[in-house]
């Protein structure tokens, strides 16, 4: 089983909201912080959020007073509510743990050889103007 799988992705209107989850399998926000990257085409990967076991949580400039990211109580599903959707925000949007450094500035794969190193297949969000 895929130890992270995304979804909730899809197509909304600028101003609009989606919120996307998280899944891990076999690991918890206990073992590892868990991320949502974004890749938009001709741009390299960005850091959106970051939450801790605790629940703190951490935003790009770019997202922060739009976007929330939280945890189930179980902390096995992690969710990124995005409001105030902007045409910029269109990306694939990636699930990851521990914080993998993008290896060529591309998200899903890791510069890194940490074994706790873990990316999702990603999902796609579009936004229109």
């Known amino acids: 089983e895929a130890p992270l799988v995304e979804s909730g992705g899809g197509s909304v209107q600028a101003g609009g909201s989606l919120r996307l989850s998280c899944k891990l399998s076999g690991f918890s926000t206990f073992d590892r912080d868990v991320n949502w990257y974004r890749q938009s085409p001709g741009q390299e990967c960005e850091l959106v959020s970051t939450i801790e076991d605790d629940g703190t949580a951490h935003y790009s400039d770019s997202v922060k007073g739009r976007f929330t990211i939280s945890q189930d109580a179980a902390k096995t599903t992690v969710y990124l509510q995005m409001d105030s959707l902007k045409p910029e925000d269109t990306a694939v949007y990636y699930c990851?743990?521990?914080?993998?450094?993008?290896?060529?500035?591309?998200?899903?794969?890791?510069?890194?050889?940490?074994?706790?190193?873990?990316w999702g297949q990603g999902t796609r969000v579009t936004v229109s103007s």
């Open positions: 990851a743990a521990n914080t993998p450094i993008p290896f060529g500035g591309m998200c899903g794969t890791s510069k890194g050889r940490d074994p706790l190193d873990a």
